[in-house]
């Protein structure tokens, strides 16, 4: 089965710097598609961001880019300019073509300071 | 508004009492799931369903069971509820289509078995 990591439980980040989240995961699979996940206080889950495994070009969403390294494995997620509404629970997800499975990560918790 | 709706958003009830969280969304998805999110675990998933009348099992499906008989509707189902069931439930939806893979979740139902 399919795994996601996420190596990091909790990150902090001045209000206005730059954060990088990670992410690992473990396929066999060629094609699939990866996702950044926010769910802040009120428990909402709100898709920040995708990414085609088939496309070699990073998807970026306004201040949120992720850096895609499929040979790695890796799918981390950068956020420019913190804002203080930018602290929640951040997942990584993992989805194959084919499939109609999701797997998760187990989040990390990002706190913004003033 | 495009939305996906879970009631009740808050339930606590007793070991083996059956109880049934319903989950409807109105953009007409094909592909409906739940998940259920545990601290340290993640969202898992629990089942999903293609379409109508058909449903598969997720990762953690013990002890629940779903029916899709209509395209907006995906109720989750606990027979005999137990206190490891306690936990936050998502609903989820997308569209069934993997150039526009968004999966639109609900708002959450936090579930206490006692």
């Known amino acids: 089965a399919q795994t996601v990591t996420q190596s990091q439980p909790e990150m902090s980040v001045q209000e206005a710097e730059t954060v990088t989240l990670s992410c690992t995961y473990d396929t066999s699979e060629s094609d699939y598609y990866l996702f950044w996940y926010k769910q802040p206080p009120s428990r909402q889950m709100i898709l920040v961001i995708r990414?085609?495994?088939?496309?070699?070009q990073n998807a970026t969403e306004n201040r949120f880019s992720v850096n895609f390294q499929k040979a790695a494995k890796s799918f981390s997620l950068k956020i420019s300019d913190s804002q203080l509404g930018d602290a929640a629970m951040y997942f990584c997800a993992y989805r194959t073509t084919t499939g109609n499975q999701f797997y998760f990560g187990t989040g990390t918790s990002l706190t913004v300071i003033p | 508004e495009a939305q996906v709706t879970q009631n009740p958003r808050y339930l606590i009830t007793v070991t083996g009492k059956k109880l049934t969280v319903t989950c409807s969304q109105n953009m007409n998805h094909e592909y409906m799931s739940w998940y259920r999110q545990d601290p340290g675990l993640g969202l898992r998933q629990i089942y999903y369903?293609?379409?109508?009348?058909?449903?598969d099992k997720g990762d953690v499906p013990e002890g629940y069971k779903v029916s899709r008989k209509e395209k907006r509707n995906f109720p989750l189902i606990l027979e005999s509820p137990s206190p490891n069931q306690t936990s936050l439930y998502f609903c989820a939806s997308r569209i069934r289509q993997d150039s526009v893979d968004t999966q639109y979740f609900g708002p959450g139902t936090r579930l206490t078995v006692l």
């Open positions: 990414q085609e495994a088939y496309k070699q």
């Open positions: 369903s293609m379409n109508v009348e058909v449903t």
